[in-house]
Structure formats: structure tokens, C-alpha cells
């Protein structure tokens, strides 16, 4: 396998865009040309478009060739649409890091679109719907706030963790995304804010919850040997893991503890042969507030069950124990699904350049990793990032 | 020019057939599980086991996921079941479902396994986990079809 390198990339603005599926995707692509030197959309081999539900928040499929054909792209190696629901641009990570370390192509490019808000926003939560095993838990109106409310729940119940504990994840995420001008919320929340906010699901409150999110976003890949050709600060794929048990809800391994993510975090440290301790970033997959506290306990920064006193502690802020989602999470930024993995790998790649504000910095990180969670966090994807 | 648009007619709304319909459909012209649905029509909860290696499996299938044995037989779950978890939708209901809100949706453990359910009549303050629940059968009004849920 050879050894692949993140030479630029481009992402839109997030949040409720007045632009269709296409034009967003038009953004990104201009943006991440824009960004990478001596490259032109003629050199790309490999495109992969991480795209959760196209076919039904904008009736098109077949969007592979769309964004080709909008970018000037003309792959001659690989092209496909990479659908993992809220993980579908990890899925188009993987793969373009695959193509490339395997040797099939030179340069790739992993790209993620979502547009995700409807003319009727009732369509776009029944979309939402289908996700889980649509004929068993969908048809319950099982989607993704009731599941990880009762997953809350459980963790509430079984460990005595509180919602003031949950609304520190979103205080904290929506701080740093406040210093980060391709966010969809740029305003501070407290944690009373947090707890008055509307009821979705109890005990998951409005501030608990990821937003309905229109973005688009793309990087490139090529060797590492050929790095130096585009960039002078790249970012290494050091490693990666992946694991999922079961789909349908009574198939899970756990309710309150993710072992699939466990397994996964256990494979990216060691393909990327390092320790928990050297993870200086983590973008974590923070679609609801409870998500990132069992996210603390299953990669074993803190013990299971305290997650909650995990945050209280500021363990999870830059100069604790690891800095997680200085991007300002999926509940900052906003969770347009097939970009939200690119939009992490691209964040982490601006963090190793010391391009982002200095109030999120984290100053000399040399080691990421990027979590993606999907389904009913039956999925965990991962990916581990190095300075170049 | 503007005498030159020809206007044209499309329908207020289109009808989706079972686009966005998230009841299975039951028949045997549709589904090998059909047993399951007309199982539920007699008041009982079943689905499907392993005869080869025992297992219990669901959604009831027709190919066991343990053992990929395809000798499978229909066993009854029973009709009580205990609330695992719960929550209550407040808003954000799919389409078909906004008009029963809010309304209770639960983790039931029934006959060894984990089923999400629908929970009726009851609100979320009066629900609590380790709770004993009962079977409930629901019939579609326009075509008959059934499914399960559960009530305090
Ligand atoms: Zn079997």
C-alpha cells in the first residue's frame, strides 16, 4: 500500500443555502481547485461522491457524473456515488484512499454534497425516516432523534448522566464554531439556553440536536511521494478502521455503549501504529449531544459512563485532554451529510497549516482522527490524519 | 414574446404509490412473510426461528443470519413485553404520522428480543422504564393491513 497525502481542498458555506444541489456542488469543486496548485480537474482519475439521499431530497440519482460533468472531470479510473447515510463522505474518503494507496490512480478526489432543505420540510424528515430498517423501526417514526433520546435515556439511567451534562457538548461545539466562518450557527449557546430550547424528543432538546444542513465540500488525493507537486503542507492518511454490527434496532450490540466504534478505534490506532495519547484532534461525530459523550468513553479517554463528567471537567477543550471538534461539530457547523466527513478531514488539514482563528487553534498538533457515526451508530468510521 | 408562453397543467398533487408508505406490505404476492401478518391479524406476535440452529431471529426472515439455514418456523413472541427505553415525538414526524402527534415511541423487551415500537395511548411523564406493556394490533383503514404495537 502506498502511503496517500490531503493536498487541498474546498468546501461551501453551510446552512440554509439559496442554491440547488448542483450549484453547491459548483461551489466546492471551484473552491477546491482554487486551493491546490498545478492541478487541473483533467488530472483527476478517481471521483467519489459522498451523497446520502439525493434521490430523495432533490429526485436526482446518478450524481457521480453530474458533479464530473459541472467540475470539468473526466474520470478515466474510478467514478461513484459513496452512500453510508451520515457517514456517506467518509465512505468517499475510504474509497479515493484506497484507489490510491492501492495504486489503481494517481490522483482522487473525495467529494461530498447534501442539500437538504425542502420546499416541504415534512418530506425532507420523512426522508429521515428510511434509515434505520425502514419496514421494523421506520415504520415506528423511528428516525434518529427518537433513537438516540431513548439511547440518552438509557445512559441517563444506567450512569446517572445528566442533560446539563449533554448541553456542555453543545456549549462547547457552538463556541468554537463561532470562529468558524463556513458554520451554519455562529452564535455562542448557554447551558440554559440549551435546556429551555424546544422539546424534539425528551430528554433531547432542540440545542441537543445536529441542524437540517445544505453544504458541499471536496479535497484531493494523491500519493504521498507526489505531494511536494501540489502543496507544501500536506496531511498523511496515517490510518483508518471501520466497524459495524447489526442494522435493525434489536440487532445492535448495545444500546448505551458503541463496541462497533470500540473495534473501529482499535484498528485506525493501530494502522496508524499510535496510542490514544497522540491523538491531539478529534473531529467526532456529534449528531446529538449524547453522541460525543459516549464517543469520549468508547475511544477510552474516559472510562464508560463518565463521559458526562468528562466535558464537566473541560477534558474535551483544546488543553485538555485531547481538543475535540475545534471545527465546531456537526452541532456548530451544521451536518450536510455526504460533506460532513470532508468537511472534517479539511478542517484538520487547516489545522496542521495553522490556518483557522487562533481561539480554536491547536497549536503544534501533528495527529487527528475523523469519526463518523451512521445509522443507529450501528456504523463507525474513522480515519487518522498526520501533519505532512 | 410573452404571447408565445404556453401555459400547461400539472396535477395539485401527484399521487406517490407506496413511495413514501412505511407499512410492509403483508400479502403473499408481495412478501414470504406473509404468515407474520396474518399471525398478527389473530392477535399474536411471531416471527421467525432457526429449526437448524435455534436462533431467534428479527425482523422475522426467510434465511437464518446465523446459520444461513432456510428451515425456518413461526414462534410466538407472547403479548407482554417490558419498556426497555422511551421517548415522545414532539415535532418532526414523517409524513403520514404528523397527525398522531405527539406521540410515544419505545424500546420493547418481548419473547428475548429488543422491537421498537409505537406506544399508545399514553403521554411520556407516565411512562417508566422496566414498565409492563401489551400487545396491540393496528389495522389500516384503507387496505387492512396490520402491524404491532404496544399499550400501557
Ligand atoms: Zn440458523
Known amino acids: 500500500m502506498r502511503k496517500v497525502a490531503v493536498v487541498g481542498g474546498g468546501a461551501t458555506r453551510c446552512g440554509k443555502r439559496e442554491a440547488t444541489w448542483r450549484e453547491l456542488a459548483q461551489e466546492a469543486g471551484k473552491a477546491m481547485f482554487d486551493s491546490v496548485m498545478n492541478l487541473s480537474p483533467n488530472d483527476v482519475e478517481a471521483l467519489l461522491v459522498g451523497a446520502a439521499q439525493p434521490e430523495r431530497f432533490t429526485f436526482q440519482v446518478h450524481v457521480a457524473p453530474l458533479v464530473a460533468e459541472c467540475l470539468g472531470i473526466k474520470p478515466t479510473k474510478v467514478i461513484a456515488k459513496t452512500e453510508l447515510m451520515c457517514a456517506s463522505g467518509q465512505a468517499a474518503l475510504r474509497y479515493a484512499w484506497a484507489c490510491v494507496a492501492s495504486g489503481l490512480c494517481d490522483v482522487a478526489v473525495a467529494f461530498g454534497v447534501e442539500k437538504m432543505y425542502m420546499q416541504n420540510m415534512a418530506e425532507a424528515q420523512t426522508n429521515m425516516t428510511c434509515v434505520l430498517d425502514r419496514e421494523w423501526d421506520g415504520v415506528n417514526a423511528m428516525s434518529a432523534p427518537p433513537f438516540f433520546a431513548m439511547t440518552a435515556q438509557r445512559h441517563m439511567h444506567e450512569f446517572e448522566t445528566t442533560e446539563e451534562q449533554m448541553a456542555l457538548v453543545s456549549v462547547k461545539n457552538h463556541h468554537y464554531s463561532t470562529m468558524n466562518p463556513i458554520a451554519q450557527f455562529q452564535k455562542e449557546v448557554s447551558i440554559e439556553k440549551v435546556l429551555q430550547s424546544f422539546m424534539i424528543a425528551p430528554p433531547l432538546k432542540l440545542f441537543d440536536c445536529s441542524g437540517i444542513t445544505d453544504g458541499a465540500a471536496g479535497v484531493v ?16 492518511i496515517a490510518g483508518s478502521g471501520q466497524a459495524n454490527i447489526g442494522n435493525a434496532v434489536n440487532n445492535l450490540a448495545s444500546i448505551s455503549e458503541w463496541i462497533p466504534l470500540k473495534l473501529a478505534v482499535r484498528e485506525a490506532l493501530r494502522t496508524a501504529k499510535i496510542s490514544l495519547a497522540d491523538i491531539d484532534i478529534a473531529e467526532l461525530h456529534d449528531c446529538f449531544t449524547i453522541s460525543e459523550l459516549m464517543e469520549y468513553e468508547a475511544f477510552g479517554w474516559c472510562d464508560r459512563g463518565k463521559g458526562g463528567k468528562f466535558i464537566e471537567e473541560g477534558e474535551p477543550y483544546i488543553g485538555g485532554t485531547v481538543a475535540v471538534n475545534p471545527r465546531g461539530g456537526l452541532l456548530g457547523c451544521g451536518h450536510p451529510l455526504g460533506a460532513t466527513a470532508i468537511l472534517q478531514s479539511l478542517d484538520i488539514m487547516k489545522q496542521f497549516q495553522g490556518d483557522v482563528p487562533s481561539g480554536r487553534l491547536v497549536k503544534d498538533a501533528e495527529v487527528a482522527v475523523a469519526h463518523n457515526l451512521s445509522g443507529a451508530a450501528n456504523v463507525h468510521s474513522l480515519m487518522v490524519y498526520r501533519r505532512g | 414574446m410573452k404571447d408565445d408562453i404556453e401555459k400547461i397543467a400539472q396535477p395539485e398533487k401527484i399521487t406517490l404509490p407506496q413511495m413514501l408508505d412505511f407499512y410492509p406490505l403483508e400479502d403473499e404476492k408481495n412478501t414470504r412473510i406473509s404468515q407474520f401478518f396474518q399471525n398478527l391479524k389473530m392477535g399474536h406476535l411471531t416471527t ?45 414526524a414523517p409524513l403520514g404520522f404528523e397527525k398522531d402527534l405527539p406521540f410515544c415511541i419505545g424500546l420493547v423487551k418481548i419473547g428475548g428480543l429488543l422491537l421498537s415500537s409505537r406506544i399508545d395511548g399514553v403521554r411520556y411523564e407516565d411512562l417508566k422504564i422496566g414498565q409492563k406493556v401489551q400487545l396491540k394490533v393496528v389495522e389500516l383503514e384503507n387496505d387492512g393491513r396490520v402491524f404491532y404495537r404496544f399499550k400501557v
Open chain 1, 221 to 236: 488525493l494523491v500519493p504521498a511521494e507526489d505531494a511536494s507537486k501540489y502543496t507544501d503542507t500536506p496531511m498523511l
Open chain 2, 48 to 92: 421467525t426461528k432457526c429449526k437448524s440452529c435455534r436462533s431467534v431471529l428479527w425482523p422475522p426472515r426467510v434465511v437464518c443470519s446465523n446459520c444461513m439455514s432456510d428451515d425456518l418456523e413461526w414462534v410466538n413472541l407472547g403479548t407482554e413485553g417490558e419498556l426497555y427505553a422511551f421517548t415522545e415525538m414532539k415535532a418532526g
